[in-house]
């Protein structure tokens, strides 16, 4: 079998990938961001194409529809909405997920054709304060490292990154260089201990939002410690004498930090030529994102640290093209190709090429404002392609209320049922990964194809096509008749070349000839220029600017709740959630809480834990760690409305924004928290799909079919019968087992002879196997075994999964640590744990420090 050469499309890594029909996937030995490695999430690609749950066809509210039919009525009502009120009244709403191609379709027609600059996207929550501070400093939005620039530096600061969860890839190269050359140093910036922090010689616990006071007291001891390049500030730098004024008068206590880890750090970062700053989301979502961004970069500028071989300012981007999003001027306040919106020069140039009736004159609403533009009734028309906000966005319930009162909304996704999709009257179905073609940009500005190998599901439709005969059908024809994505990508570079005459730092020349169908992988502007080697950025003077920047004041808020990312989830879970393998890892939503304010609260380890605001309220299982601070919460964002009854996070997240950059601080709400004491906890195993409708529900994937937990408020009269409810099975024979002196509820239900569902209740959190009792589901075992919700005794509890490639557990990797396994090789050798995509290797790393504690004691 022939496989076909394309780009995974999760992480900005941008690893690639050969693929084939049957689900086979394999690393790209050939691709210079992961020459052949895959992470958890790229190796399971496979087992998320299958069709389940897949959008087919278009829907006009719950009713199958032509496309015909479909695509008609959004041109008429959008036409209608423009018509009555103007073009600021419809809005898009995109995604650093669409290939370049649609999001370039999707920001002509709202920019040049509907004329207004309502189209924003996921990427203002993601990406837009390096954006802010990017322009600030350089006056493009440029990122100018590169990835083998981590592998020379000799030391590696990575400011609210985990990036050993999240751009797993390239921390695997981190990993291997720093085995390679020990001296490497590696420090971590996060108010928690990650996967991540594993790795780094040093882990600076700041507090939250500490970052500008941090950056701001290193700049100063810059300038105190003669560290400066004078030569380089003088012919390269504006600002340096006022950004260092304003530092000087940062309090460093409002970092959070010892005097002691502040001297160290200012040390060896002021001290190591090779430095690297890697920043991501802790540094953006931030009330204070962009000043982040700036208090990092001005201390790059005044040591002249910057576009030389390992060293310089690294964001790493989220999603496959966020890249490839900004390159377009997919945002609101943006253009198109690193154009400026504010500049007529710019404009007009754009509206000629585009032959375009109109052209955008002012910047658009971004995304928190958006939705409340779509919750005051402004917004009567409303497009929402490959994101899902009713789960992502701060608000998350505010947001969903402000979608359900725009008249008209239309959502582009490839799964028949998301949050968002819920909420629209037009459904219009999108050909995923492994069916389109097109390109992306990584985070170090690699152009790579994606490639279709499978056949287009039922009559999904790729995003640039949809986009196109919206626009054929709004009377925009001529100009969206694309026949194929080459002829967007060869419209998008040479409206390049015909802007090439203002100074930016996009240039697609590379491109001009690009054979497309066999195009590969490929930097901009070109594969050796190494941006601001030469001292010159994109001001009119050519000068970069340190910019000042004054650090908020510590707060203390009695808990202060952090978000973010699990290490074999992918956002809303609608690929991930699919995959068995990916689903135990960490199978329900959960709240990181530090003992000691376990212990205030009567939380016990395994409760229920309610978490609310003048927002909303959660409702998440309780992981009582150190990992985060007193004082501190940490909760994933990955939780829906479809998987759990009441765990989307961002029901208690607050849309307060940063004023340059307009990116929701996710990161760090106040809310208050307490224990959640339901009658009676539950787990419940099936073969069938749950939609269990419990005060507290979470269904996770298995690979014996679904797994909920489960809590309720009220005692049911009939067990059994509430467990048919659960499970949807009202047929088969049922086996209960009672016991009156603790509580404890047990229920098969065998269908056929076969084991179909396993149902366990108690008083108390319900402790036992998950792993043993999802086993013997589909299983002929004899129910009163199956009920015993423990691994035969001929066999070992694998406990929790640690390695998803391998599904090897917990449990057999303290023993085979137990019996001498020491090193993280080691226990490759022996378990297989680790040695696939290697995803895992950190937290093999620390289950082996925990298994040597008592030994050490002995
Ligand atoms: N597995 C997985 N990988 C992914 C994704 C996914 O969904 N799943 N999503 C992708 C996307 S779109 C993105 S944007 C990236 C995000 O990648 P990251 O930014 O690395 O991930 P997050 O978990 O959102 O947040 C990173 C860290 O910021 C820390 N943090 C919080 N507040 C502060 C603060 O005030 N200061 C500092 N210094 N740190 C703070 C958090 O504790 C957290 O550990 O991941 C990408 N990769
Ligand atoms: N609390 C909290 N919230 C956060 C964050 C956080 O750290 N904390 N991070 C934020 C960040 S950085 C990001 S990037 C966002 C991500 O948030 P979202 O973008 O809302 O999350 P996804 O689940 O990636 O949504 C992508 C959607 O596109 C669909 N899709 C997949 N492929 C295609 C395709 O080819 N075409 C179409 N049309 N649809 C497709 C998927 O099924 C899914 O419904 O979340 C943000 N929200
Ligand atoms: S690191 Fe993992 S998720 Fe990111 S691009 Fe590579 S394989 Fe995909
Ligand atoms: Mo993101």
């Not at 919700?789 to 999964?801: K, M, N, S, V």
């Amino acid at each position: 079998m022939t496989l076909t050469r394309t780009t995974c499309p999760y992480c900005g890594v941008g690893c690639g990938v050969l693929a084939g029909p049957d689900g086979t996937i394999k690393g790209d030995p050939d691709h210079p961001a992961n020459y052949g490695r895959l992470c958890s999430k790229g190796s399971a690609l496979g087992e998320t194409i299958d069709l389940e749950g897949r959008l087919l066809h278009p829907k006009v509210g719950s009713q199958r529809a032509s496309w015909d039919m479909a695509l008609d009525l959004v041109a008429d009502e959008f036409n209608a909405a423009i018509a009555e009120y103007g073009p600021d009244s419809v809005a898009f709403y995109a995604s650093g997920q669409l290939l370049t191609e649609d999001y370039y379709v999707a920001n002509k027609l709202m920019k040049g054709f509907i004329g207004s600059a309502n189209i924003d996207t996921n990427s203002r929550l993601c990406m837009a304060s390096s954006v802010a501070g990017h322009k600030r400093a350089f006056g493009t939005d440029t990122v100018p490292g590169t990835y083998e620039d981590l592998e020379e530096a000799d030391l590696i600061v990575l400011v609210g990154s985990n990036l050993a969860w999240c751009h797993p890839v390239l921390f695997q190269r981190i990993a291997a260089a720093k085995e390679a050359r020990p001296d490497m140093r590696i420090v971590n910036i996060d108010p928690r201990r990650t996967a991540t922090t594993d790795l780094a010689d040093v882990h600076l616990q700041i507090a939250p939002d500490g970052d500008v006071a941090l950056f701001n007291e290193l700049l100063t001891y810059i300038a105190d410690h003669n560290r400066i390049d004078a030569t380089y500030t003088h012919h390269h730098v504006n600002g340096l004498a006022d950004a260092l004024a304003v530092a000087r008068q940062s309090n460093p206590a409002d970092s959070g930090l010892s005097q002691q880890e502040i001297a160290s750090f200012n040390a060896i970062w002021s001290g190591t030529e090779k430095v690297v700053t890697i920043y991501s989301q802790g540094v953006n979502q931030s009330q204070c994102g962009t000043d982040k961004v700036n208090a990092i970069l001005n201390c790059h500028l005044a040591t002249g640290r910057i576009g030389k071989p390992g060293m310089g300012p690294f964001s790493v981007t989220g999603q496959p093209n966020a890249m490839g999003g900004r390159e377009v001027g997919g945002l609101a306040n943006m253009l198109a190709n690193h154009l400026e919106l504010g500049n007529a020069d710019h404009r007009q140039a754009v509206q000629d090429f585009w032959k375009s009736p109109t052209i955008c004159m002012r910047p658009g609403l971004k995304a928190v404002d958006l939705f409340k533009a779509c919750a005051e009734g402004d917004i009567k028309a409303l497009w929402v392609m490959s994101t899902n906000p009713a789960v992502s966005l701060p608000d998350a319930d505010g947001v969903a209320a402000a979608i359900r009162n725009v008249p008209f909304v239309v959502t582009s996704d490839i799964m028949d049922r998301t949050d968002t999709s819920d909420l629209a009257h037009v459904c219009l179905p999108a050909t995923g990964w492994g069916e389109k073609d097109g390109t992306v940009t990584n985070s170090e500005r690699r152009i790579s194809r994606q490639r279709a190998f499978l056949p287009a599901p039922g009559s999904a439709r790729p995003d640039w096509s949809i986009i196109s005969d919206v626009a054929t059908r709004m009377g925009f024809g001529a100009a969206f008749a694309y026949e194929e994505p080459a002829d967007v990508f060869a419209e998008y570079v040479a409206l390049d070349a015909a802007v090439s005459h203002f100074p930016r730092d996009l240039d697609l020349s590379i491109f001009a000839d690009a054979d497309y169908a066999n195009l590969i992988p490929t930097q901009w502007p070109h594969n050796d220029k190494r941006f601001f080697a030469d001292g010159q950025f994109y001001h009119p003077d050519g000068k970069a600017r340190m910019i000042p920047v004054t650090a908020p004041a510590l707060t203390s808020p009695r808990f202060t709740l952090n978000t973010g990312r699990n290490r074999d989830q992918w956002h809303t879970m609608t690929r991930t959630g699919k995959s068995a393998r990916l689903g135990p890892h960490l199978a329900e939503p959960y709240l990181e809480i530090h003992p000691a304010d376990a212990a205030s609260l009567k939380v016990a380890p395994g409760d229920l834990i309610e978490v609310e605001n003048i927002y909303g309220s959660a409702v998440l299982r309780a992981l009582v760690t150190s990992r985060v601070a007193p004082g501190q919460l940490f909760a994933p964002m990955h939780w829906t409305r479809q998987r759990t009854k009441h765990g989307v996070i961002n029901a208690v997240t607050m849309p307060v924004t940063d004023p340059f950059s307009g990116q929701p601080a996710l990161k760090a709400g106040a809310v208050n928290a307490s224990v959640y004491r339901p009658k009676w906890y539950g787990f419940l195993a099936a073969a069938a799909s749950l939609t269990p409708q419990t005060p507290y529900a979470a269904i996770a994937r298995t690979q014996t079919g679904w797994q909920a937990e489960l809590a309720g408020r009220k005692i049911p009269d009939d067990w059994v019968a509430a467990a048919r409810e659960l499970s949807g099975l009202t047929a088969g024979e049922v086996a209960l087992q009672t016991d009156p002196a603790t509580g404890d509820v047990r229920v098969a239900i065998e269908v056929d002879g076969k084991v179909a569902a396993l149902f366990f209740a108690s008083p108390k959190p319900v402790i036992l196997s998950r792993a043993a009792v999802v086993a013997v589901i589909g299983t002929t075992t004899a129910p009163l075994q199956a009920l015993a919700g423990r691994t035969p005794a001929d066999q070992p509890d694998p406990g929790p999964t640690v390695c998803a490639c391998f599904n090897v557990g917990r449990n057999t990797l303290l023993v085979a640590a137990a019996e001498g396994a020491r090193s993280v090789a080691v226990l490759g050798e022996v378990t297989c744990a680790g040695t696939n995509c290697g995803s895992c290797k950190p937290e093999l790393a620390a289950l082996l420090e925990e298994a040597s504690v008592p030994m050490a004691a002995e």
